[in-house]
């Protein structure tokens, strides 16, 4: 399979999601701002989700066209992470009817928290895939945003059980996160790295 390929499936599937993430929104019949406002969860909730699907989606096309090679190992890995990208309108639409509650909170940050776990497996899978020497094997390895995403997410977990809308905002945070390229977020981490190695010297 070549990596157009690839890539054209997966915008196919990340399309048909947010497809379906607008579709769960059901417009009041009544012209009123009250009306508007009954239904302010569930356009949360969406709001959240859209923008991380899409921030995702941004970035692994970018990982994507700084490869050079695929294989069967990132192609599984691919499809793996997108079974719990196809999660996430059941999640979405679930805990913008119930924001307040336990289950649905937590069933939501648990299917992103795998989407994001999935995504640091496809990353590696995808290093394995190209030589040690190349440009996104090198990217790859000096980004930290997968691990700080999932300390986030595991605290974020924790967090839901005491706090259970602490989970969508979680979420909004990991978006924040990934909004930079790849170049940037580096930049960041070696300024970050830089001074705290300044403090200990």
């Known amino acids: 399979m070549t990596k157009s390929r690839l890539e054209a499936f997966t915008d196919g599937v990340v399309a ?13 019949d009544a012209p009123t701002l009250a009306s508007l406002l009954s239904i302010t969860n569930t356009l949360f909730a969406y709001i959240v989700s859209f ?12 990982m994507m066209q700084m490869a050079e090679k ?20 059941a999640v979405t639409s679930w805990v913008g009817r119930n924001p307040n509650q336990f289950w649905p909170e937590f069933s939501y940050v648990l299917i992103y928290t795998m989407w994001s776990f999935s995504y640091g497996i496809l990353s590696k899978q995808l290093s394995k895939a190209n030589d040690p020497d190349s440009h996104v094997v090198k990217v790859l390895d000096r980004d930290q945003r997968s691990r700080l995403s999932m300390v986030i997410n595991l605290v974020v977990l924790a967090g839901v059980f ?6 969508i905002l979680g979420r909004f945070l990991v978006s924040g996160i990934w909004v930079v390229s790849y170049r940037k977020a580096d930049q960041y981490y070696q300024k970050i790295i830089g001074k705290k190695n300044r403090g200990r010297s």
């Open 70 to 89: 695929i294989n069967y190992r990132v192609i599984w890995a691919n499809i793996f992470w997108l079974f719990w990208l196809t999660l996430c309108p």
């Open 51 to 62: 923008i991380f699907v899409a921030v995702i989606w941004v970035n692994h096309h970018r």
């Open 16 to 28: 048909i999601v947010l497809t379906v993430l607008i579709l769960d929104i059901q417009i009041p």
């Open 162 to 167: 005491i706090f259970p809308p602490i989970g």
